[in-house]
């Protein structure tokens, strides 16, 4: 099948797959093996050992590759394993630009790790594009964007960071796990580089950890190759698998959570008892403009700062919630409550956490695609009228 006449509905279903030439197998196989007879040294079927591939993980790259309409993924055991191959693109002195408002989990492997090894992150506001032009020296080599940002729900312009990025010839990659390829395909808009934790959105039931990686160029495609074999952070079969399987109804959850993400956001806009609410949909928001051009529609992600409340009393509030769980993570079907002070954002200093507005009384919610009126239900039991 020809994957470029497909469109996106159709790709996260047929984008990448063959049929199974064993037996018809609609879905591939979980090829549960580490190795693969050869009839003479060097004798396979393109398959000699699982580290360097794998037939189902084949199968869900394949996929990834097409959904963000690329040529090449690349899937790795967690989504921090993806951004860890990243980095190590990078040598001693290079340089990084990086969005400040960030992944808890991303901020935490460039400063304690990689700063380590000798390479120097900066942390930019990158609402402002122009704020990047400071930064960057003939040290940068990568430019990190996170968009919409986490939690704050900044919204970068991809194109113009790629163009600023493509003028200093340094690499852009975008973390598109929150907006996902049925929202903004980041390659589109002058990428080099596509990075999922598929843990969410994309596996979409919380019942996976796996990360993933795309691209176009077939040079920077095998360096990536080349570390995802040589440091060996892959994803077994199974996983695969599953994410495989969560990839084929994408578009249909992402259209909910859109849809319960509006509906929700306008209900804590309007709330008595509600200060702040950053959703990208509103007309008001600060890059209102840039999300309606970038993005299909503003996603199922929303924070929010109850009224003159503290850490304890937000605290109170999210475990006062009851169709909302409370938990890490993000992107499935079920609604998600979370906390970023004292959760995916306690590794972050406070200071350095409040300058980009996560204060102590934010709330996360991830809605997934249950009725929203039982979700506004379980907000209104929660805050209270
Ligand atoms: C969860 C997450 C990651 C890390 O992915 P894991 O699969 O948990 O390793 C990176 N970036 C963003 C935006 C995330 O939400």
């Not at 956490?353 to 204060?359: A, I, L, P």
């Amino acid at each position: 099948m020809k994957d470029k006449n497909l469109r996106f509905n159709s790709k996260t279903i047929h984008g990448g797959q063959q049929p199974d030439k064993g037996f018809g197998a609609v879905m591939p196989p979980i090829y549960q093996t580490s190795t693969y007879a050869q009839a003479t040294p060097g004798g396979h079927k393109g398959y000699a050992y699982s580290r360097s591939a794998n037939p189902t993980r084949t199968a869900l790259e394949n996929s990834l590759a097409s959904i963000e309409n690329g040529t090449y993924g690349l899937a790795f055991g967690s989504g921090m394993a993806a951004i860890d191959a990243v980095l190590k693109l990078l040598e001693p002195g290079d340089e990084v630009i990086s969005t400040n408002d960030l992944y808890g989990g991303s901020y935490r492997l460039f400063k304690q790790i990689y700063e380590n090894f000798g390479i120097t992150f900066r942390f930019v506001g990158m609402q402002n594009v122009n704020a990047i032009e400071e930064y960057l020296s003939a040290k940068t080599k990568l430019i990190w964007v996170e968009t919409p940002t986490n939690p704050m729900m900044n919204i970068i312009d991809i194109e113009a960071v790629a163009e600023l990025a493509n003028k200093h010839n340094i690499l852009l990659a975008v973390d598109n796990t929150f907006a996902t390829p049925y929202l903004q395909q980041p390659l589109d808009l002058g990428a080099d580089i596509v990075m999922h934790s598929a843990t969410k959105y994309l596996g979409g039931h919380s019942d996976v950890v796996l990360g993933g990686l795309v691209v176009k160029d077939k040079e920077l495609a095998d360096k990536l190759y080349f570390i995802q074999n040589a440091s060996g952070a892959i994803c077994g079969p199974m996983d695969s698998f599953l994410v495989l399987r969560g990839i084929k109804t994408l578009h249909v959850r992402m259209q909910r959570h859109c849809e319960n993400g509006r509906v929700i956001a306008e209900y804590l806009a309007d709330h008595p008892k509600i200060d702040k609410v950053y959703w990208p949909g509103f007309k008001d928001h600060p890059n209102h403009a840039i999300a309606k051009r970038q993005m299909k529609d503003f996603g199922g992600m929303i924070s929010f700062v109850p009224k003159g409340s503290s850490y304890e009393a937000a605290i109170k509030m999210v475990e006062k919630l009851k169709i909302f769980t409370l938990a890490e993570s993000l992107g499935g079907v079920e609604s998600l409550a979370g906390h970023p002070a004292s959760m995916t954002h306690g590794s972050i200093p406070k200071e350095d956490r409040e300058k980009v507005g996560v204060v102590d009384a934010l709330i996360r919610l991830s809605v997934g695609i249950e009725d929203a009126a039982d979700l506004i239900a379980d907000l209104e039991q929660a805050i209270g009228s």
